[in-house]
């Protein structure tokens, strides 16, 4: 098993092009800051326009040689999903890494996406389903490598065939949990079909622990009245150091998927601590919740119908 303690070196990137998407704050910031301080072009995949310039002024102060630019990208639309592709395909780079990481956690109340879905489906999962399968060409021609952020959720995550986008009955925690696993089943099935049908794509999942981000207040704080409790209940754990870390830590076992020579496809990626809670990156097991292959192909083509492709 791989295991590399709490750090990593990024190997050199240089010539190499990457899209991150969530890019604006926490791990994605992190790890677009990482993989442009090692040579790589980033491209921050950005919803707010005025964040994602925060960013690239923060990449850009840290590492003033850095080429970074922000794109567009709300991945609860799948229009703007298609406007980012139909650019960058315009554009006809190859590209050599994408990161899955954009999400958003646990709603109170259930929202949808401006294509009907229930929120957390649609922005962890589905928008990355279309922008990954969108952008295949150019991964294709990058023989890219595709690193997808589940989450530990995913363990307790299933498929709920008969109300999958929570119309019937909807649990915040349940629909997070479905999404993660959706990734995670993604992340493995593109690898799949990847090596069968000779596309030269590498895809694998990573999660980073229990990460103090804004994930905790944004997600839980939808259609409350009053403010959840989750991200003053993190930042007290995080300062004792207790079962949380920090965004540069949780950015470890992505990048190390993302990027590491030893890390391979249709593996999954996180930290080596107690409960995979905090902790250095290693090659974990995949969950039993992920390993039915018929049912990944499954979800495949349910995505696929959701998608229009």
């Given at each position: 098993?791989v295991?590399?303690?709490?750090t990593?070196?990024v190997?050199?990137?240089?010539?190499?092009?990457?899209?991150?998407?969530?890019?604006?704050?926490?791990?994605?910031?992190?790890?677009a800051?990482?993989?442009?301080e090692?040579?790589?072009?980033?491209l921050l995949?950005?919803?707010?326009?005025?964040?994602?310039?925060?960013?690239?002024d923060?990449?850009?102060?840290?590492?003033?040689?850095?080429?970074?630019s922000?794109?567009?990208?709300?991945?609860?639309?799948?229009?703007?999903?298609?406007?980012?592709?139909?650019?960058?395909?315009?554009?006809?780079?190859?590209?050599?890494?994408?990161?899955?990481?954009?999400?958003v956690?646990?709603?109170?109340?259930?929202?949808?996406?401006?294509?009907?879905?229930?929120l957390q489906?649609g922005?962890?999962y589905?928008?990355?389903?279309?922008?990954?399968?969108?952008l295949?060409?150019?991964?294709?021609?990058?023989?890219?490598?595709?690193?997808?952020?589940?989450?530990?959720?995913?363990?307790?995550?299933?498929?709920?065939?008969?109300?999958?986008?929570?119309?019937?009955?909807?649990s915040?925690?349940?629909?997070?949990?479905?999404?993660?696993?959706?990734?995670?089943?993604?992340?493995?099935?593109?690898?799949?079909?990847?090596?069968?049908g000779?596309?030269?794509?590498?895809?694998?999942?990573?999660h980073?622990?229990?990460?103090?981000?804004?994930l905790?207040?944004?997600?839980p704080?939808l259609?409350r009245?009053?403010?959840?409790?989750?991200?003053?209940?993190?930042?007290r754990?995080?300062?004792?150091g207790?079962?949380?870390h920090h965004?540069?830590?949780?950015?470890?076992?992505?990048?190390?998927?993302?990027?590491?020579?030893?890390?391979?496809?249709g593996?999954?990626?996180?930290?080596?601590?107690?409960?995979?809670?905090?902790?250095?990156p290693?090659?974990?097991s995949?969950?039993?919740?992920?390993r039915?292959?018929?049912?990944a192909?499954?979800?495949?083509?349910?995505?696929?119908?959701l998608?229009g492709?």
């Open positions: 098993m295991k590399n303690e709490t990593f070196r190997p050199d990137l240089t010539g190499r092009l990457a899209l991150v998407t969530g890019a604006s704050g926490g791990l994605g910031l992190s790890l800051t990482r993989l442009a090692g040579g790589a072009e980033v995949g950005v919803r707010d326009a005025a964040k994602g310039l925060a960013a690239l923060r990449i850009r102060r840290e590492l003033p040689a850095a080429r970074v922000v794109r567009t990208l709300d991945l609860a639309s799948l229009d703007s999903v298609a406007a980012l592709v139909g650019e960058l395909d315009e554009e006809g780079r190859p590209i050599d890494l994408l990161v899955n990481n954009a999400g956690m646990a709603p109170a109340t259930r929202h949808t996406t401006a294509d009907g879905l229930e489906f922005t962890n589905l928008g990355h389903v279309a922008l990954t399968l969108g295949l060409p150019l991964l294709r021609a990058g023989h890219a490598r595709v690193t997808t952020v589940t989450s530990a959720a995913a363990k307790h995550g299933k498929l709920d065939w008969t109300d999958p986008q929570g119309e019937r009955k909807y915040p925690v349940r629909a997070y949990n479905q999404s993660k696993l959706a990734n995670l089943l993604f992340a493995l099935e593109l690898d799949r079909r990847s090596e069968a000779g596309w030269g794509i590498t895809s694998n999942a990573a980073p622990g229990t990460t103090l981000t804004g905790y207040a944004a997600g704080n259609g009245a009053k403010r959840a409790p989750h991200e003053a209940i993190m930042t754990l995080a300062r004792w207790v079962l949380v965004v540069d830590q949780g950015t470890l076992p992505i990048l190390y998927a993302a990027v590491s020579p030893q890390a391979r496809g593996r999954l990626y996180g930290p080596d601590g107690f409960g995979e809670f905090t902790g250095g290693t090659e974990l995949v969950y039993r919740t992920a039915d292959a018929a049912q192909a499954r979800l495949w083509d349910y995505s696929l119908e998608a492709r």
